[in-house]
């Protein structure tokens, strides 16, 4: 791999949980792999009075923790050599100056504020480092997730954010695309010839995307809270799922040629507002249960959580595309915390065929499936029917099989990896644009609207299951079912 050109990159919200469980192991791999140079450099920054040790001691340990035992304390120690600390407080101009200070004469450099701070700091940070004549046309802007809480307040901070940094300079990250295997379902659709032809309506019957969580909402009650899984998952990770398998080819793979398409399939979705709620939409919060065995409490009885929230910690969707490719096609969205098991995949049902020769045919929703893993292994399996062996001409579903891990046999790189090296190399592919995101929210506000409308609370289910009941008639109700109950 190629080493990345020299760079300063700026941990807004440095003493966070982003920073602490994903940035900093990210970069020190990097950093062991070799591809980060010696004049590069990292700095936390945050609030908190810190020396530049103790960040360091804390940073130790918090990469410690998380990449158990590929961490090797010698390489940290040269990572380290290379990791600082500055105490800012977001609006206080003069604490910018220290920073000023380090940055100065390193101008022709790549510069990377990355924002892993609340999004209502956003406008803040960046109309200070204007005002400390800190931005570059060698600096970029790293803005996570989730970016405002409605399309009004998006707006608001992308505006904030285009008065300093022009579009190109802006990566709003959401690390789903940075997974191996999302990109592998480009790679599927885009590099064989055999799929394209079958990808779409006529062929296609429906379409599932689930990311289920085993874990609960660990210690980010406050901030889970006020967000719920529509806004914290669907409004951006699952969107972008949609986006990758439902877009067209796109011209090329330059970056504005792919988000363009993914545009276009945002602005195709129909909408879901008033009354659809309650025929295209499941909403629900976990109840006490057990994960793995082991009791688990109630949502509301979570730390930080108000005992009357109607926070969702569960979203089923029924999404349609009006497209010529989709017309007609459903695809189904589902999420939420504290499930059966952690498991992302992407399921394509094709449909059966016009008429069987054979007799007794299995039933025909797992006649033809692709089934595409992203969690918690990375595989790729095609359902086809064979001929049983024995006697007559039965037919059974069978698999074929990619485990891309046994196959390619070399160490996957973590999304943030990916993302944090696109980003000093300047590639924004992997990253959302604005008018993607504005599309985003504006297809999801409605629904928010519509439960407040129709839907005061939202449906209990047992932690440890995979959903409310309802979750399962939103696709019995059109003769389907989730991938897990066939
Ligand atoms: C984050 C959400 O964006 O994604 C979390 O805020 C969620 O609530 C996480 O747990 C899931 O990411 P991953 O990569 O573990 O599937």
Known sequence: MNVLPTFDMMLFGGTGDLV?????????????????????????IARSALSREQYQEQSRK???????????????????????YLRIDADVSEDYRPLAAA????????????????????ALISAQLAKSELITPNSRVVLEKPLGHDLASADEINQ????????????????????????????????NALFEPLWRRGRVRHVQITVAEELGVERRGQFYDQTGAL????????LQLLCIMAMEPPASNDPDAVRDEKLKVLRSLRPIRGADVTTKSVRGQYKAGATNGAP???????????????????????AEIDSWRWAGVPFYLRTGKRLQERLTELVVTFEDVPYSVFEAPPPSESANQLVIQLQPEESITLTIL???????????????????GETFKVKVLDAYERLLMDIINGNLTLFMRRD?????????????????????????????????????????????AWHDEQ
Not at 386 to 403: H, W
Not at 459 to 472: E, N
């Open 160 to 191: 904030s954010i285009a008065a300093v940094f022009r579009e190109r300079q802006v990566f709003r990250i959401d690390h789903y695309l940075g997974k191996e295997t999302v990109q592998n379902l480009l790679a599927l659709r885009f590099g």
């Open 436 to 480: 993607e995101l504005d599309a985003a929210w504006r297809w999801i506000d409605p629904i928010r609207e519509g439960w407040l409308e129709f839907e005061d609370r939202p449906k209990l289910y047992t932690a440890g299951s995979w959903g409310p009941a309802a979750s399962s008639s939103l696709l019995g109700r059109d003769g389907f």
């Open 296 to 318: 688990v409490p109630a949502y509301l009885e979570e730390k930080d959580i108000p005992p009357n929230s109607t926070t969702e910690t569960f979203v089923a969707l029924k």
């Open 103 to 122: 940055l100065q004469g390193r101008e022709p450099l790549v510069r990377v504020f990355f924002y892993s701070t609340a999004s209502n700091l956003f």
């Open 20 to 44: 602490r469980r994903k940035l900093l192991p990210a970069l020190y791999r990097r950093h062991v792999a070799g591809q980060v140079n010696a004049e590069s450099r990292v700095f936390g």
């Open 386 to 404: 064979a001929k049983n062996p024995g006697e007559g001409m039965r037919l059974k579903p069978v698999n074929l099989n990619l485990d891309l």
């Open 62 to 84: 918090s990469c410690a923790e998380f990449l158990g035992q590929e961490f090797d304390e010698r390489r940290w120690d040269a990572f380290s050599a290379q990791l600082f």
């Open 231 to 238: 806004r914290d998952m669907v409004q951006n990770h699952l």
